[in-house]
T-cell receptor, first 114, second 115 residues
Framework: GAGVSQSPSNKVTEKGKDVELRCDPISGHTALYWYRQSLGQGLEFLIYFQGNSAPDKSGLPSDRFSAERTGGSVSTLTIQRTQQEDSAVYLC????????????FGPGTRLLVL | DQQVKQNSPSLSVQEGRISILNCDYTNSMFDYFLWYKKYPAEGPTFLISISSIKDKNEDGRFTVFLNKSAKHLSLHIVPSQPGDSAVYFCAARRISSGSARQLTFGSGTQLTVLP
């Protein structure tokens, strides 16, 4: 398909373990965003990439969270030493360029930390 | 501090009638607004948007109204259909800022359209 894809779709992990979440944006989209949605909450911004650089990391909740993007395409969000409060749906979105207002979202990764 | 607020967590409407979803914001720097629809186990899907230079934008059954002085926007769906049942998120961004491109979302309103 031509949309944003994310993997895995679901992830269950034990507290203290590291997890990696992957996002494949729409081909050609230069801007990529990570959000998370906790139960009953709206989407919370985490980080924004323009190409491979991240000019805005202001939403990352702690230094256990990091993200990278390679080749201007795939992005990986890593959570180290997961905590129960990290349980949420992690959503990725992309836009065609730096000025694009409409963000196209992937289906999300549902993370459950036991 | 919630900058975008959707005060109604749920709304039920009869099929064929109008659905009105409301959203309030506090940040006067927001000047572009979007509505997204989300079905269970799917990502949000863009529905309609409006910039601050307009007070209304219409697309088929969907119309978004913006009242800048009241910092309020609303989404009207007419006529409502059972397939419209979903969670609707209001979102806002500051297009005038070079780095702040992220969207700020409300907490969503679950719309149920009853057949």
């Amino acid at each position: 398909g031509a949309g944003v894809s994310q993997s895995p779709s679901n992830k269950v992990t034990e507290k203290g373990k590291d997890v990696e979440l992957r996002c494949d944006p729409i081909s050609g989209h230069t801007a990529l965003y990570w959000y998370r949605q906790s139960l009953g909450q709206g989407l919370e911004f985490l980080i924004y990439f323009q190409g491979n650089s991240a000019p805005d990391k202001s939403g990352l909740p702690s230094d256990r969270f990091s993200a990278e993007r390679t080749g201007g395409s795939v992005s990986t969000l890593t959570i180290q030493r997961t905590q129960q409060e990290d349980s949420a749906v992690y959503l990725c979105a992309s836009t065609p360029g730096s000025g694009g207002e409409t963000q196209y979202f992937g289906p999300g990764t549902r993370l459950l930390v036991l | 501090d919630q900058q975008v607020k959707q005060n109604s967590p749920s709304l039920s409407v009869q099929e064929g009638r109008i659905s009105i979803l409301n959203c309030d914001y506090t940040n006067s720097m927001f000047d572009y607004f979007l509505w997204y629809k989300k079905y269970p186990a799917e990502g949000p899907t863009f529905l309609i948007s409006i910039s601050s230079i307009k007070d209304k934008n219409e697309d088929g059954r969907f119309t978004v109204f913006l009242n800048k002085s009241a910092k309020h926007l609303s989404l009207h769906i007419v006529p409502s259909q059972p397939g419209d049942s979903a969670v609707y998120f209001c979102a806002a961004r500051r297009i005038s800022s070079g780095s702040a491109r992220q969207l700020t979302f409300g907490s969503g309103t679950q719309l149920t359209v009853l057949p």
